[in-house]
């Protein structure tokens, strides 16, 4: 039985989103401060954190960095909420590490959606990724250690960042689209929030420097890698 934290300073929402994730069968614990939200992490090493960006004292993006930089939790999946859905809210969020991103307001269908999705993954991640190294250019991933180098360069790649690009360089050449990234990394099916698949890309991009000039944008459908 999963066990999901939710990091949640507005009492009633959080005991919502308690309410229904416990319908689906998970034990679900809620907490409404930063600090708190790490003790509780570090005590009971959840399955996955519902982390609120605006949080009192130590803000979401905080826990988050710390959550990441303790061998403990580092691997725990993250996926933040809140009522910020800018573009650089986005990628604030997923560059200090957070795996998934959810916008007030939202439906708990969708929560419970996106959840049911990180932890299917997550249980999935070792038969999804084959042993031996992928090579593309300058590009080398080491998935038994997971590290990435480009133009021989370690490039530090969050959770989310490192299967995106191993998905597309172990279908180099082929156009994939943004349906089929968000089922073959993220694990579910939502056209609705493309803008997701997009702000990683960016990053993935900006990370690799040159070498991130092999993944093309084919316009009105998706994505693909090729030197």
Not at 4 to 17: G, M
Not at 24 to 48: F, Q, S
Not at 92 to 110: L, Q, T
């Amino acid at each position: 039985m999963n066990n999901i934290l939710i990091i949640e300073d507005e009492k009633d929402l959080a005991e919502l989103l308690a309410y229904n994730l416990e319908k689906e069968g998970y034990v679900a614990n809620c907490v409404h401060n930063g600090e708190t939200g790490l003790e509780v992490a570090y005590r009971d090493l959840p399955d996955l954190v519902l982390l609120d960006l605006m949080l009192p004292g130590i803000l979401g993006t905080d826990v988050c960095k710390a959550l990441r930089k303790d061998p403990r939790t580092a691997n725990v999946p993250v996926i933040m909420i809140t009522a910020k859905g800018d573009e650089i809210d986005r990628v604030v969020g997923f560059e200090v590490g957070a795996d998934d991103y959810i916008v007030k307001p939202f439906s708990m269908r969708e929560v419970t959606l996106r959840v049911k999705s990180m932890l299917k993954r997550k249980g999935s991640e070792p038969k999804l990724m084959r042993p031996e190294p992928l090579y593309i250019g300058k590009i080398f991933i080491d998935n038994q250690r997971h590290i990435v180098t480009s133009e021989g360069s370690d490039i530090d790649l969050t959770s989310t960042e490192f299967k995106l690009l191993h998905h597309l360089v172990e279908n180099k050449g082929c156009v994939l689209s943004r349906d089929q990234l968000m089922q073959g990394v993220w694990c579910y099916n939502n056209m609705n929030d493309t803008r997701t698949v997009d702000t990683h890309v960016t990053r993935l991009r900006s990370k690799l420097g040159m070498q991130g000039e092999m993944i093309k944008t084919v316009r009105g459908f998706g994505y693909k890698i090729e030197v």
